[in-house]
Each structure stands twice: as C-alpha cells, then as structure tokens.
C-alpha cells in the first residue's frame, strides 16, 4: 500500500509552536514534489506550502509567510511543516500531498491545483486555542 501518514498536530495554544511530519509508506519521496494543504470547519481546503522534489524551491501562502517552514530529510523519507507563531486562524486539519516531479522538474514547484498530486494523506488535527 502506497499512502502519506501526516503526524505532530495538536493543541496549542497562540504563538506556539508545531512541527508537523509527512512520511510515506511504500515509496520514496525523493522524486516527489510536496504540498501541505488544509482545511477548516465551513472552508476550502487551502494550499499553505510547497516544496519541490530537490528541496531548493519552496513556497507559501501569504498567511503563513514568515511563520512557517517547508523542508525535506529524504534520508528520512519525511517533509516537515515547521509552525511558529500560531494563531487560531491556523485551527484546521493539515494534510500532506505528493505530486511526481523528477529528473528535469526537480526543482520545479508543485502547486494548489489538487491534480498535481498522486497521493493524499489523511490529516492531522491542529487546533490553537488559550
């Protein structure tokens, strides 16, 4: 079975801190380009950062900017979300996407368009809250 396992979410409370993890089983993220999305109670499931296969190129949404971190450890078969500075509005469930991008493309961003990735993991719940 090929899938992403996402994990590291939590409570916190504002200006805390989280790091969430994406792992996957099966297969090797190395030539996969990563997307971190989420999802609030009554929203669309938002795009928040990217990352490509390479790990040079990153980026973020404007709400997150500055406050949040992309990187990969492909020795570890795993991309991190690194949160600081949460606030409530960043209360939603965070889930991991995996879009093949090797070779050529590897530094090539993937982007907010759901198509772009193969796999999906199930979320993890994150909930800032005093």
């Known amino acids: 079975q090929l899938h992403l396992v996402e994990s590291g979410g939590g409570l916190v409370q504002p200006g805390g801190s989280l790091r969430l993890s994406c792992g996957a089983s099966?297969?090797?993220?190395?030539?996969?380009?990563i997307g971190w999305f989420r999802q609030a109670p009554g929203k669309e499931r938002e795009g928040v950062s990217y990352?490509?296969?390479?790990?040079?190129?990153?980026n973020y949404a404007n709400s997150v900017k500055g406050r949040f971190t992309i990187s990969r450890d492909n020795a570890k078969n795993t991309v991190y979300l690194q949160m600081n500075s949460l606030k409530p509005e960043d209360t939603a469930i965070y889930y991991c996407?995996?879009?093949?991008?090797?070779?050529?493309?590897?530094?090539?961003?993937?982007?907010?368009?759901?198509?772009?990735?193969?796999?999906w993991g199930q979320g993890t719940q994150v909930t800032v809250s005093s």
């Open positions: 996407a995996a879009g093949y991008y090797s070779g050529s493309y590897s530094n090539i961003l993937p982007g907010p368009r759901w198509d772009e990735y193969e796999y």
């Open positions: 099966g297969f090797t993220l190395d030539y996969y380009g």
């Open positions: 990352i490509s296969s390479s790990g040079y190129s990153t």
